[in-house]
Nanobody, 128 residues
Framework: QMRLVESGGGLAQPGGSLKLSCAAS???????????MSWARQAPGKGLEWVSG????????WYADSVKGRFTISRDDDKMAVYLQMNNLKPEDTALYYC??????????????????WGQGTQVTVSS
């Protein structure tokens, strides 16, 4: 079964940067390459939302309007890893960040449902 482990979170000042990493295991490289690997977050008191995603085959990327121009997603399928470079961080970016595959047949416009194979997430706190 797929296992996801996120890392790289921490405390950043407004305007600062962080880079999140996510390592996947428990699946083949071919299977991993089929997934649109994505990042979701849950802010305090709010529901889960997709932040960014990247298709494995086309390499097309998607960003939520709230992070467009500030966050950059990338992936390394040889390492079965996905990354999120977060620049110009804002206090409203404070959240627990998860990586996850976009379920087949769904859209980033629909809020995700946390699955058993999701990791524990990595906390990002933006504060001065």
């Amino acid at each position: 079964q797929m296992r996801l482990v996120e890392s790289g979170g921490g405390l950043a000042q407004p305007g600062g940067s962080l880079k999140l990493s996510c390592a996947a295991s428990g699946l083949t490289h071919n299977d991993y390459a089929e997934y649109a690997m994505s990042w979701a977050r849950q802010a305090p008191g709010k529901g889960l939302e997709w932040v960014s995603g990247m298709y494995g085959v086309s390499r097309d990327k998607w960003y939520a309007d709230s992070v467009k121009g500030r966050f950059t997603i990338s992936r390394d399928d040889d390492k079965m890893a996905v990354y999120l470079q977060m620049n110009n961080l804002k206090p409203e970016d404070t959240a627990l960040y998860y990586c996850a595959p976009l379920p087949f047949g769904t859209s980033w416009l629909n809020p995700p449902d946390r699955q058993d194979y999701w990791g524990q997430g990595t906390q990002v706190t933006v504060s001065s």
